[in-house]
């Protein structure tokens, strides 16, 4: 489909796409969509003040009419599906069934959320006091400011988005930069979802901003947004959370991944080919689960090359609009110049290179598109450690079982990690206090694709922050312990006496 198209689809506006100077191009052609109007910092103290006035209101609505509202953007979002992945498709490059993928992932969150609205449970405490009664309950937190990455430009907003909403938090989203069109067509969906639940949902309930670092550092450092979801590099997450921590205000932090497999020497190798496979080229190795490192025992190694760069040689390459491709391009050109720089360290460590090179032949011109590169590495050197986003595998071996657990522990991220097994001892020692160190560790599954259901996120440089399932929705609230007399009496607890 036409560009063009696909923006009208969505109900995007000739005006919305001329109304300012940020230039939105589309990774597959390079050519420029549109010229959107940014959101200045001067306009941000209003946001945020709506936000807040949002916030009292939606508060006091009851927890399951909020869970409403997440019912109706999962109907509105199940009619725009097509429509809204094509769109992710055009700003990001993602082939359509990813595309489409993004949108479903915003589905199931927010049916996730529908039945979690009546789920926010508190517990019930002994109290060591005859009479007593403790328990505590979890309340709305307040404005939850929402940073997102280019990769997954709306499926994230909607991990946040869905559950904040429901533990009664208004939003604020600034999404990448290179990727506002998505933000805007989303919000249109979100608005005739708010169309349809009626007016108990007060004005400003979720804002869109548009532009840079600086307006996600307008929300960082505002103390009227206690909570800030922010999901990006290392390097904004390390700007980010420290400003946030330093007013009280509460970080989720979701950053980058250095993402590995151990394939053992009982491993089911066709299986894990095609785990690699998808983990390592799918969406041009820009996601933040990508599998980036591969460590391989050293009697399966060199059957494991030969297997990948018979499947790497295979690779449909090219416009991801198209039926069977498999790897779309690079967001931009500073992505394509930083793969190349890392292979260029990565040879000068030793490496052996094959693939990486630019395609030019049967892709769309303007667009970066590069042949995914599987790297021999004689160990773990400086560059291995460092997330280079793009479809670069490196391949390092290993002897022992504790020595490729120490080497997949021994960099500095702790998002996503598996293991291809068929030993029951390996795989549970994986997956034990003294196995994998990330935030999602898989046995016989590569690391990514995960689904809504379970807590997402990770350890170490990644940030720490959960979103999306499991409790995750704890993150957007506030715990209250309270503790009830029901006696005559007035007892301390500890036994304390203090007698008038
Ligand atoms: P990025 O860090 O360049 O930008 C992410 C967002 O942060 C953007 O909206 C950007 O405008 C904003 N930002 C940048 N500097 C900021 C600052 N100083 N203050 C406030 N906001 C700032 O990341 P990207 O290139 O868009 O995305 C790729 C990165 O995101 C990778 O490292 C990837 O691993 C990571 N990522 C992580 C997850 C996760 O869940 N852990 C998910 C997706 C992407």
């Given at each position: 489909m036409p560009h063009a198209s696909v923006l009208e689809a969505v109900g995007l506006t000739a005006r919305e796409l001329q109304a300012g100077a940020l230039a939105v191009r589309s990774p597959i052609d390079g050519a420029q969509v549109a010229s959107v109007r940014e959101t200045t910092l001067a306009e941000m103290p209003e946001v945020v003040a709506k936000s807040q006035a949002a916030f009292r209101a939606w508060r006091e609505t009851p927890a399951p009419r909020r869970g409403e509202l997440a019912r109706l953007l999962g109907e509105e979002l199940r009619a725009a599906k097509e429509a809204l992945g094509a769109l992710v498709t055009l700003e990001t490059g993602k082939i359509i069934s990813e595309g489409q993928g993004e949108v479903q992932e915003m589905i199931d969150i927010c049916d996730f959320a529908a039945g979690l609205s009546r789920q926010l449970y508190g517990r019930t405490i002994a109290s060591e006091r005859p009479g007593h009664r403790m328990s505590e309950t979890w309340h709305p937190m307040g404005p939850c400011g929402v940073i997102t990455a280019f990769n997954f430009p709306v499926a994230v907003w909607s991990w946040n988005a869905a559950l904040a909403l429901v533990c009664g938090d208004p939003v604020i989203w600034k999404p990448s930069e290179k990727t506002p069109l998505t933000a805007m067509a989303t919000m249109k969906i979100m608005e005739r979802a708010l169309a349809r639940f009626g007016?108990?949902?007060?004005?400003?309930l979720t804002q869109l901003v548009i532009g840079g670092a600086d307006l996600g550092d307008a929300l960082a450092s505002?103390?009227?947004?206690?909570i800030i979801s922010a999901t990006g590099s290392t390097r904004m997450g390390s700007i980010v959370g420290p400003k946030v921590t330093a007013r009280f205000g509460r970080p989720i932090l979701e950053l980058g991944g250095n993402n590995a497999m151990i394939v053992a020497p009982s491993a089911d190798l066709e299986l894990a080919v095609r785990a690699i496979v998808f983990s390592a080229v799918g969406t041009s190795g820009q996601r933040c689960t990508s599998l980036r490192r591969l460590i391989a025992h050293r009697s399966i190694r060199e059957e494991l090359l030969a297997r990948l760069a018979g499947a790497y040689s295979g690779l449909a390459i090219g416009d991801p609009r198209d039926e069977g491709v498999l790897v779309g391009p690079l967001i931009d050109q500073r992505a394509r110049d930083a793969m190349m720089q890392a292979l260029e360290k990565a040879r000068g460590e030793g490496g052996a290179v094959a693939g990486g090179e630019d395609v030019s032949a049967g892709v769309p011109s303007g667009g970066h598109y590069v042949r995914p590169a599987i790297v021999a590495m004689p160990a773990q050197t400086a560059t291995v450690t460092v997330e280079t986003f793009a479809p670069i595998l490196y391949v390092m071996h290993y002897e022992a079982f504790e020595e490729a657990i120490a080497l997949h522990n021994n960099v500095p991220q702790g998002l996503s990690s598996c293991i291809f097994t068929q030993d029951i001892r390996e795989a549970e020692c994986f997956l034990s206090a003294v196995g994998s160190d990330c935030g999602i560790a898989n046995v016989n599954i590569g690391p990514s694709g995960a689904e809504v259901g379970g807590a997402f996120g990770g350890e170490k440089e990644t940030g720490g922050g959960r979103e999306s399932g499991s409790d995750a929705w704890k993150g957007y609230m506030r715990r209250q312990t309270s503790t009830v007399n029901y006696s005559a009496a007035l007892p301390l607890a500890q036994g304390v006496k203090f007698d008038l």
């Open positions: 007016h108990d949902a007060p004005d400003g505002s103390r009227d947004v206690p």
